[in-house]
């Protein structure tokens, strides 16, 4: 399993509530401890089934500054999307739970990844990423290729999208536009396509939600995504005034392979883009 949810709302203190809300389609974490063996009498305990590892990791805006949460979950764990909302204040929010497919569980693979105002998290795989390293790193320059601190694709592929976001100016403004956006994210695919094809892999699956903090894009590559606008929430069970009063909640939550989408969410076709600005206006775009 594995799951990338991105959060964009009109307030710092719905997120836990908001997430409650979502939980059909967001689902719990799974545990990472096997199940026990079943056995009775004449009958061997079957193999045990080893147990797939994960991690979390929580990305977050809070006066301006990009801050993360991030740890592999322990083997009898099971947790909430909930939980890892605990203590987290903001309106602009990057969630991710994985199972790796390249780089280990050291804190600088754990996804969301960041620089500057700039974080990203990737659900997906680029095949034959070894083959193709050097490639992605001679396109970075020196002074965005010093941030990078792990050994995964995802981090690689955040940091060509920095180049190229640089290339066109837009590496520190403070707000953008999908023109200024775009660009960057087609030509970050368009290379790792291309270098796919030189070595003869297939073609990456690249579903990403990146955010500076004041604007959130979701693109759906090879793995379904899908959104939903909302306005109001629930109350938590067990949580006495979980429903924060004031103006109105309303949020934009973004969701990558989701198993059901209940009424109301928009899937999204493959080589989508969706946009959601400050003021949670959501706009549709393609790669």
Known sequence: ????????????????????QERAVLGRSPST??????????????TPVPAEP????????HNGEVLHKKRPLRPEERIDWEDLADGVRSDCVILHLRQPTVGDFRSENIHPFRMRS???????????FEAIRGRFIEAIPDFIRRNIRGSTDSEIF????????HDGG????????????????RSAVALTDRLEAEVGASAPVLNVIVSNGRQMMGVCRGAPMAFIE??????????????????????VLIVSDGDTLPTGYTRLADGDVVFVDRDLSVSLHTL
């Open 1 to 20: 399993m594995a799951r990338l949810v991105g959060y964009m709302a009109n307030r710092s203190d719905t997120l836990a509530a908001a997430l409650y």
């Open 33 to 46: 401890q096997p199940p026990p063996a079943l056995g009775g009498a004449g009958h061997a305990p079957p």
């Open 54 to 61: 994960a991690a979390w990791g929580i990305g977050f805006y």
């Open 118 to 128: 700039w974080t990203l998290a990737h659900l997906g795989t680029i095949e034959e």
């Open 158 to 165: 955040f940091h060509v999208l920095l180049s190229f976001l």
């Open 170 to 185: 837009k590496l520190d403004a403070v707000d953008v536009q999908p023109a200024d956006v775009l660009p960057a994210l």
């Open 230 to 251: 909302r306005t109001g929430l629930p109350e938590v069970p067990d949580e006495p005034e979980s429903r924060p009063g004031g103006v109105d909640p309303r949020y």
